[in-house]
């Protein structure tokens, strides 16, 4: 083996003529993402900032999209990994990762306190705790104040394990900075006051727990009013419940409020996914100023149902009769949201209603036209249903089956400040828009684009597109299919050619068709400048077009190669043939056919000038599916030998390119003008002294001598094997240099030298996924580069990576610009906040939501209810930081620790009962039954003494505090007043109060549950006398 490999490199430097590092250097190279557009295939969540406008995507591989105003995109993503459980927050600004927050629990639920730097964090051993971002320090800290479960869950020692985990966080509208609203996963909901540090109402305790016990657990919840008296809750069983929750008081009126708690909705909404017992995954509110609000439901979409995405008018007659629309969508949806389309040139404003499904594709609805077919439904008026459009990359109808990539083209192209206005009007991906509005530039021909990029599609159409920046400028799309046909053909085209040197476009589709347009000089009549995708007028593309030929070959174009010296097209086809046309005359001048005992399929041509027993020779190399590699006479067709090269092992071939001298010379320059003859084909215009040809498989590299191939002669001068699956190959030139680019279906790619074959750069591409097309059908993924190393690769169609390999090349302008979505013109600054509140009408009509919603025809507004106050958000903002910066309750761990240390201190605790849980026995029902009724008899009466000796302790103590603040100073005195703590002040009454109220409602919770298991001893009583009675009779007859 070593003596083999100093064979290797002693031939390729005797091949390759010298010093082999003359090529391509590791310092030439850096391969990289420029930039990524469209949404990505692996989505799995989305949020949006109604403020900025902006739409964040997140991924299963821990990527973030970003969208923004005037089509700008971004893509945040870590270089390093991150630890398992951790809060990331990042800088939108400047892209970069801002703080990473390790954590010791799993984040179950988490919320972002809107205009303030805290966020609540809820975990799954239900706990809340407050982060602050000090952005002056780049970083994220936990405040002193924290909501322990054990203090906002009145059942905190029944509740264990997953179902404590915090499901929903929920600051509470117009009382953002003094309550939130707690939804645990066992159903409980807890108001809690944040500045007192309690819970002040709770919900959902006994609903939860049905006749046989079933487990519910609550899965999502969201607000119904936009003053937080509505609560809409959903459960893993299917049901929906609304739950009322208590407005916070006026101080100005006096109306005061006392903890409560509530023990059944008062609406419970069905709408179908109870009978199939689907959970429901997300729940969102849409309120309308004036209209009645919408209730978007999602089911779980690991159920099958047609009905799993529906939404539900909210009116008072919601609970008797529910008007509703079921989404019909073609796969099951795990996320949803609603965003604002707005134009600020006509300032439109548009709603648009997106599901996120588990393909990762994204739908979207114009959430007006769902509004409006709920409303006719109400009034039993005609209605249509609302259609969804599958999100696509822009101004695209159908799938990109072929493409090309020419950068670099030294021309004057349009201005910066003319992209960013094209950017602007052109519709965003969202948009139902299908066409483009014309821009201020005026398209006159080809050669006025920088980078332009030509895609081929399944339904025959060609589209030219300007990517000289990040945004795809669609320029004309080509739909005619004849001199007398404008219309599609409907077949997809799967080979493209470009020559803007000769105005010549060429392209080969499935059913085996070859059209060669011939382009009309430009520059071209302005007429139907910057032409929509539509085609034009109705004249077609006649002002474009010249001329179209077509000429018929057997089975459907894989390859394409034209020869400039001969003006000669070879084409390859999935079935073996090789034609070679004549594109003068538009002729075919002869077809022959490649037999293979594997794979028929042509994949690679390349004319080639040879030797061949002392004569030169015009060849055609052939290189097929299974690897094997032919010769032709060009001129005539006929083989040069009787056996064909390949690998001991063949592999699917992906790409074949010979090297010569003109390889390592003069490339000429990467333009529009000719750049196929300059760079592509020149070494068929002389001989080479010393050729080589390389070829790629989806397993490994080879290099055969050029001669060798000629004679037939199956001897490999080099080979490298992959450790992984290639999915593409190409060349790319750099300087005088030529390199080789690999792209491997799990996103590595790799730089190797030529013909060296050694690697000198790779990188991963992160979310790129290849996946193998079925026999028959096209691939998803589409792959070209340009002759500088700039690939694009487009997904699934709806996703666009743009790499580029050369460490010192800027192909593309305006990457900064385009990927600023972050505006600092619309951050609202603290002297600015304001919180008015919504504005509804009075109301004066009956029903659970009228009070909300149907308070729309002929009433005066009001801004608030008159039991409610507005709150000033500068000095929300002021109390809050006083109140978080506090230490309020010692956590649970803390807690334990405290009441270890101080045993002389009586407090009462749930622990202190002792009940115990015996089997059921049949036999023994009512002895148990009266045993253990008055073992809770005994136990009530010890801890009526101990609440009796607290009470009396409570009431001295404070009694003391009321004769010191009576002696304090003026200042105490104007504190207390205002309903400040004064200075030194303990509140130990307030937390005695807490506890004995805490104490009370466990006491109320054990004697239901005294109570239920009574009535279960009395039933099991009676069963056994029943079965008793039965027996007896049956003994005795």
Same mark, same amino acid.
Request: overall charge negative; glycine content about 10%.
């Given at each position: 083996m070593f003596v083999k490999k100093l064979v290797e490199k002693a031939s390729l430097?005797?091949?390759?003529?010298?010093d082999s590092s003359e090529g391509v250097k590791g310092s030439d190279v850096e391969p990289r993402l420029v930039f990524h557009h469209g949404i990505p295939c692996a989505s799995t969540t989305f949020a949006y900032d109604p403020i900025q406008n902006i739409l964040a995507i997140s991924t299963k591989d821990g990527r973030i999209k970003l969208f923004g105003r005037d089509n700008t995109q971004a893509l945040l993503q870590s270089q390093e990994p991150e630890p398992t459980k951790f809060l990331q927050v990042w800088d939108i600004e400047n892209k970069i990762s801002f703080h990473v927050l390790p954590l010791q629990q799993e984040i179950t639920s988490f919320t972002v306190k809107q205009q303030t730097p805290f966020i609540y964090i809820g975990d799954n051993?239900?706990?809340? %705790?407050?982060? #602050? &971002?000090? #952005? $002056?320090? %780049?970083?994220?800290?936990?405040?002193? !104040?924290?909501?322990p479960f054990s203090a906002s869950h009145g059942n905190s020692t029944e509740v264990s394990g997953e179902n404590a985990a915090v499901t929903n966080i929920l600051p509470q509208p117009m009382a953002e900075s003094k309550r939130v609203l707690i939804v645990f996963r066992d159903g409980l909901i807890t108001l809690w006051d944040i500045r007192e540090s309690k819970s002040i109402f709770t919900a959902g305790e006994n609903v939860l727990q049905s006749l046989h016990h079933e487990a519910k657990k609550a899965t999502c919840a969201c607000w119904a009013c936009p003053f937080g008296t509505r609560v809409v809750v959903g459960y893993n069983n299917g049901e929906i419940f609304v739950w009322n929750v208590p407005p916070i008081p006026n101080s100005k009126t006096g109306i005061a409020f006392e903890s409560a708690t509530q023990n059944a909705p008062i609406c419970k909404l069905n709408v179908g996914y109870k009978l199939n017992r689907i959970p429901i995954a997300s729940l969102?509110?849409?309120y309308t100023d004036g209209k009645a609000s919408r209730l978007y439901v999602l089911g779980a979409s690991n159920f099958e149902s047609e009905n799993l995405s529906q939404v539900i008018l909210l009116t008072e007659h919601t609970e008797s009769r529910t008007i509703k629309l079921a989404l019909h969508l073609p796969e099951p949806c795990s996320e949803m949201d609603i965003i604002s389309g707005s134009i600020e040139q006509n300032k439109h404003r548009q709603e648009y209603f997106l599901l996120l499904g588990k393909s990762g594709h994204i739908y979207a609805y114009d959430d007006s036209s769902i509004q409006k077919y709920l409303l006719q439904c109400q009034s039993r008026s005609h209605q249509s249903l609302p259609k969804e459009v599958m999100v696509k990359m822009p101004f695209s109808d159908s799938t990109i089956t072929a493409a090309k990539f020419i950068t670099d083209n030294p021309c004057l192209g349009l201005a910066d400040e003319d992209y960013v206005q094209l950017a602007k009007d052109m519709p965003h991906m969202f948009s *139902?828009?299908?066409?483009?509005? =014309?821009? %201020? @530039?005026? *398209?006159s021909g080809f050669l006025r684009v920088r980078n332009l990029y030509i895609t081929g599609h399944s339904n025959g159409a060609i589209t030219f597109w300007d990517v000289s920046s990040p945004v795809f400028v669609p320029i004309i799309s080509l739909k005619q299919q004849s001199e007398d046909d404008s219309s599609l053909s409907g077949i997809a085209v799967t080979a493209?050619? *470009? =020559?803007?040197?000769?105005?010549?476009?060429?392209?080969? =589709?499935?059913?085996?068709m070859v059209r060669v347009y011939k382009l009309k000089p430009e520059p071209y009549s302005t007429e139907n400048s910057f032409l929509s995708l539509q085609g034009g007028t109705k004249k077609g593309n006649s002002h474009v077009i010249q001329s179209i030929k077509l000429i018929k070959t057997n089975g459907a174009v894989l390859c394409m190669n034209i020869s400039h010296s001969s003006r000669h097209l070879a084409v390859g086809s999935d079935q073996g043939y090789v034609s070679v046309i004549d594109? $003068?005359?538009?002729?075919?001048? !002869?077809?022959?056919?490649?037999?293979? $005992?594997?794979?028929?399929?042509?994949? @690679? &041509?390349?004319?080639?000038?040879?030797?061949?027993?002392?004569? $030169? #020779?015009?060849? &055609?190399v052939v290189a097929t599916k299974d690897s094997s590699l032919l010769a032709l006479d060009s001129d005539t067709g006929k083989k040069l030998s009787t056996s064909t090269v390949h690998p001991k092992k063949p592999s699917k071939a992906l790409f074949m390119h010979i090297l010569d001298g003109q390889d390592t010379s003069g490339r000429g320059s990467n333009t529009l003008n000719g750049f196929e003859s300059s760079k592509g084909n020149a070494a068929e215009d002389a001989m080479p002294k010393l050729s080589l040809l390389l070829l790629c498989s989806e397993k490994a590299l080879y290099l055969y001598s050029f001669t060798h191939v000629i004679q037939g002669v199956k001897k490999v001068i080099c080979k490298k094997k992959f450790h992984s699956s290639c999915c593409w190959a190409s060349t790319f030139y750099c300087s005088t240099d030529v390199g080789l680019v690999l792209l491997f279906t799990n996103g590595k790619v790799e730089i190797r030298s030529l013909p060296e074959l050694t690697l000198l750069k790779e990188t991963w591409i992160r979310g790129f996924t290849y996946s193998t097309p079925k026999p028959n059908s096209l691939s998803k993924t589409s792959i070209c580069s340009s002759l500088e190393g700039d690939i694009v690769m487009v997904n699934n169609d709806q996703e666009i990576f743009v790499v580029s390999v050369l460490s010192h090349k800027k192909t593309f302008r305006l990457l900064d610009s385009f990927s600023q979505i972050y505006r600092k013109d619309l951050v609202v600054s603290q002297e600015g906040l304001v919180s008015p509140g919504p504005i509804i009408h009075k109301e004066k009509k009956k029903g659970i939501f009228s009070s909300v919603i149907k308070d729309i025809t002929g009433s005066k507004s009001k801004p608030v209810p008159d039991h409610m106050e507005t709150e000033d958000a500068r000095q929300s903002l002021k109390d809050l930081e006083t109140v978080f910066s506090t230490a309020n309750i010692p956590s649970d761990a803390e807690h334990t620790d405290k009441m270890m240390a101080d045993k002389e201190d009586v407090e009462l605790d749930i622990d202190d009962i002792d009940i115990e849980v015996i089997a059921e026995k049949p036999k023994e029902q009512n002895i148990l039954a009266a045993l253990n009724k008055q073992n809770l008899a005994t136990k009530f009466q010890v801890l009526k003494g101990k609440l009796k000796h607290m009470k009396t302790k409570n009431e001295k103590n404070f009694g003391k505090e009321e004769e010191q603040d009576e002696k304090g100073g003026t200042v105490d005195q104007i504190k207390r007043k205002y309903g400040f703590s004064k200075a030194g002040e303990t509140s130990v009454a307030k937390i005695a109060e807490g506890k004995l109220q805490d104490n009370v409602r466990k006491l109320q919770g054990i004697n239901l549950r005294a109570t239920e298991m009574q009535d279960t001893a009395q039933s099991f009583s009676s069963l056994a006398k029943q079965v008793l009675q039965t027996e007896q009779d049956r003994r005795g007859s």
């Open positions: 430097k005797k091949t390759s003529g010298g051993a239900g706990n809340v %705790s407050v982060l #602050k &971002l000090e #952005k $002056e320090l %780049s970083r994220i800290v936990q405040t002193s !104040y924290n909501i969102k509110w849409a *139902f828009e299908a066409n483009s509005r =014309d821009g %201020s @530039a005026q *398209f493209l050619f *470009f =020559d803007g040197n000769s105005r010549l476009l060429i392209s080969g =589709d499935h059913s085996g594109i $003068e005359g538009s002729t075919l001048l !002869y077809q022959e056919h490649i037999e293979s $005992e594997i794979c028929t399929g042509v994949v @690679a &041509l390349q004319f080639h000038t040879c030797s061949l027993h002392g004569f $030169e #020779k015009n060849a &055609l």
